[in-house]
């Protein structure tokens, strides 16, 4: 059963069980492994799959157990519209929406979806971009209580991200200290393929990219904003969507949390070409890592 819409979801997940086994088959399967030791030869299944039993180890565990649900009092049906949600609308969902859709507290909903796009972030392709690459930097929100400075270039106080998209494939985000060389550059060697052909604009903090990136071109805004195939329009239209996302639904993310907010809408974006039920299972997929709430609260939380 294709997963389209809300009425979809609620049909095919309809209980507690339905959902628990639809999460071992997606993480494991269908063969159950133990989340403690890994073995997966002879595990007891103890009420139906509530709790398994490790012929080896002899310990036991949940299937959230090592997941974005261990430790969570929400029933898995729950979390899985909350997944579905976010996965599927375009510009995201508050969760102050997700409350109110879901019937949970606001604080419930919120650390639900900091869950979720932790996933993301612990779960980013590593492979290089390659092809035609644009690059591009934007400004979001303040990182300080320092006001907007005309002579600063308007960016003074202001959290720095930088974005590298595929001509037609991936986009990766990366929040950077400022705009200067090293910073810029040390993460396109770091995220772009040395063969690739990237396209910059005129800011000179990319000249040193040019022993590294032959193939570098560059549009100079102040004369055109495209040149046939050199500009950087795809890039600055995700630039769009995203700001309208974090400034139309969420209004004010903090500057530790901009980074997980960024990977959520690179997410989609990676994803664009996949139906909403592909996507809610590649979601699910990524399961396997979670983040308890003193750490994603504390001071020291990115």
């Given at each position: ?10 049909e095919k997940?309809?209980?507690e069980?339905?959902?628990r086994?639809?999460l ?47 430790d ?22 508050s ?19 900091q869950?979720?796009?932790?996933v ?7 492979n ?30 202001k ?30 060697r ?20 040019d022993?590294?990136y ?5 549009i ?5 904003h ?6 950087i329009?795809t ?6 969507m995203?700001?309208?996302?974090i400034?139309?639904i ?13 990977n959520?809408?690179?997410f989609?974006y990676?994803t ?20 308890q ?10």
């Amino acid at each position: 059963m294709e997963l389209t819409n809300l009425l979809s979801v609620a049909e095919k997940f309809s209980d507690e069980k339905v959902c628990r086994d639809y999460l071992i088959q997606a993480r494991w399967n269908g063969k159950v492994k133990c989340a403690h030791c890994g073995y997966d030869e002879k595990i007891y299944w103890i009420n139906e799959g509530k709790l398994f039993k490790c012929a080896k180890c002899k310990k036991q565990f949940t299937v959230k157990l090592g997941t974005m649900f261990e430790d969570s009092a929400i029933p898995l049906r729950k979390w899985f519209f909350a997944i579905f949600i976010l996965s599927s609308h375009k510009k995201g969902i508050s969760s102050l929406q997700l409350s109110r859709d879901i019937k949970v507290t606001q604080k419930t909903a919120w650390f639900m979806l900091q869950r979720i796009r932790y996933v993301l972030e612990t779960k980013t392709e590593n492979n290089k971009l390659k092809g035609f690459v644009e690059v591009d930097e934007a400004f979001f929100g303040w990182k300080s209580k320092e006001h907007y400075l005309r002579n600063s270039g308007g960016f003074k106080g202001k959290n720095v991200l930088l974005g590298m998209m595929e001509r037609g494939g991936r986009i990766k985000t990366v929040m950077v200290e400022d705009i200067k060389s090293q910073s810029l550059c040390e993460q396109v060697r770091k995220h772009v393929d040395n063969d690739s052909m990237i396209v910059t604009d005129a800011n000179h903090a990319y000249k040193d990219l040019d022993k590294d990136y032959p193939l570098r071109f560059v549009i100079n805004h102040q004369e055109a904003h495209a040149k046939g195939e050199i500009h950087i329009q795809t890039l600055e239209s995700f630039w769009g969507m995203l700001k309208r996302g974090i400034y139309g639904i969420y209004h004010s993310v903090s500057t530790k949390h901009l980074d997980k907010y960024c990977n959520e809408f690179s997410f989609r974006y990676n994803t664009r070409k996949r139906n909403d039920s592909d996507r809610f299972l590649g979601l699910l997929n990524r399961c396997n890592s979670k983040i308890q709430y003193k750490t994603l609260i504390g001071e020291n939380a990115k």
